[in-house]
């Protein structure tokens, strides 16, 4: 059974930054599409991130340069390092996975994913 645990989340000033992690479990040898999602206040769902098992990643237009999406296969924990963060940037950040790791290489992880973490709320103050 797939598990995802999202951590790390807080509040920071414009400017500043944050890592969140997603242990995961569940995922044998890491391989499956992993990606972030977040969802501000009143809006949709959107994707934010994701990362293909063999390490090719993909982002948000609103996010490259700024963040990325990292894992460590050792310790089962999927990152998201998130700088010169904007008040923008404030939501819900959610992890997830799909072991169709297609997704991954063809961006349609950004309709959606098979599994899903409670999430982890980021907040950035102007």
């Known amino acids: 059974q797939v598990q995802l645990v999202e951590s790390g989340g807080g509040s920071v000033q414009a400017g500043g930054s944050l890592r969140l992690s997603c242990a995961y479990s569940?995922?044998?040898?890491?391989?499956?599409?992993m990606s972030w999602f977040r969802q501000a206040p009143g809006k949709e769902r959107e994707g934010v991130a994701a990362?293909?098992?063999?390490?090719?990643?993909d982002y948000a237009d609103s996010v490259k340069g700024r963040f990325s999406i990292s894992r460590d296969n050792a310790k089962s924990i999927l990152y998201l390092t998130m700088n010169v963060l904007k008040p923008e940037d404030t939501g819900t950040y959610y992890c997830?996975?799909?072991?169709?790791?297609?997704?991954?290489?063809?961006?349609?992880?950004?309709?959606?994913?098979?599994?899903w973490g409670k999430g982890t709320l980021v907040t950035i103050s102007s």
């Open positions: 997830a996975a799909d072991f169709f790791e297609r997704k991954c290489y063809t961006g349609s992880w950004t309709s959606g994913m098979e599994y």
């Open positions: 569940g995922i044998p040898y890491g391989r499956a599409c």
């Open positions: 990362l293909e098992s063999d390490g090719d990643t």
